[in-house]
């Protein structure tokens, strides 16, 4: 239930942006959807999902009306470099981007089951890790001697230099003026 498309000459960005509409849809969802979008991508998308579906239908006797799309990526293939002509006799480059596309079809009842059995597993684990979290018991804190000594310091009225950087009060003079004569 699997078809792929090697090297196709369409950049992965435009390819995905029509993956994107046709994933987790139903079959007969996902081919209404890319007859009615005019795109390169979903004329391409459109062949491989019906290749798809032969394939389903032929080697896993499959019924189409139970398929869903269950995976489908798009990745980045080679890139083929072009120049332009410009002035001066310079030559820009061009880059001409392909991409691989492969799609997976699902059946509708079968991976329905395994997803529950997966969070049933997922909420077990959960309530085990909050029973465990709830029965540790909290220990009091306990000061090593430096701490414990430098707060001592600090009630008798030493000044010892504490973490704060603190600077001192600008000085201010004022000055008097000369005595009346």
């Known amino acids: 239930m699997k078809a792929y498309l090697h090297a196709t000459r369409i950049s992965p960005k435009k390819a995905n942006l029509i993956a994107k509409m046709v994933r987790g849809k139903s079959v007969e969802d996902a081919q209404y959807l890319l007859e009615h979008t ?56 061009m880059r001409k981007f392909l991409s691989h596309i492969s799609l997976t079809l699902g059946v509708a009842g079968h991976d329905e089951d395994s997803t529950a059995r997966k969070t049933e597993q997922k909420g077990s684990a959960e309530k085990k890790a909050t029973k465990v979290a709830s029965q540790r018991v909290q220990k009091p804190v306990q000061h090593s001697r430096a701490s414990a000594q430098s707060t001592q310091d600090r009630g008798k009225g030493s000044r010892k230099s504490s973490s704060r950087n603190t600077s001192p009060a600008p000085r201010v003079s004022v000055r008097k003026s000369p005595p009346p004569a």
């Open 38 to 93: 005019h795109k390169k991508g979903a004329r391409l998308l459109q062949t491989l999902l019906a290749s798809a579906v032969a394939n389903a239908r032929e080697n896993d006797k499959q019924d189409p009306q139970h398929l869903f799309v269950k995976i489908l990526t798009v990745n980045k293939a080679q890139t083929y470099h072009r120049g332009v002509p410009m002035a001066r006799g310079r030559m820009r480059s």
